[in-house]
Nanobody
Framework: QVQLVESGGGLVQTGDSLRLSCAASGRTFPLYAMGWLRQAPGKEREFVAGISWNGDTTYYTDSVRGRFTISRDNAKNMVYLQMNSLKPEDTAVYYC????????????????WGQGTQVTVSS
């Protein structure tokens, strides 16, 4: 069992940066692929970025590639999402998620979820 707690969201302006953090509990965390997903008002939850269990492989949805960077520190049981050049369309609740597999899932079928953190980008 893994519990996930996100932090770092907030209200920023277009072009600003934010770093989201996800603290994970559980000794098996280093074996899990992790992801960041988001849900904007009135829209379905969507995949944003994923990282393999050892951090060697990452994947991004097209709309954030080149602006966002996912990383992890298995020694600290942490996952991060560095978000640069933020746009109003990035406004959403961002969720940290994990799956009981070492490979990235480009989708929403994760096994474990955090409670979410709100990111609002004003124009």
């Amino acid at each position: 069992q893994v519990q996930l707690v996100e932090s770092g969201g907030g209200l920023v302006q277009t072009g600003d940066s934010l770093r989201l953090s996800c603290a994970a509990s559980g000794r098996t965390f280093p074996l899990y692929a992790m992801g960041w997903l988001r849900q904007a008002p009135g829209k379905e939850r969507e995949f944003v970025a994923g990282i393999s269990w050892n951090g060697d492989t990452t994947y991004y949805t097209d709309s954030v590639r080149g602006r966002f960077t996912i990383s992890r520190d298995n020694a600290k049981n942490m996952v991060y999402l560095q978000m640069n050049s933020l746009k109003p369309e990035d406004t959403a609740v961002y969720y940290c998620a994990g799956r009981t597999s070492r490979t990235i899932l480009v989708g929403t079928g994760y096994d474990y979820w955090g409670q979410g953190t709100q990111v609002t980008v004003s124009s």
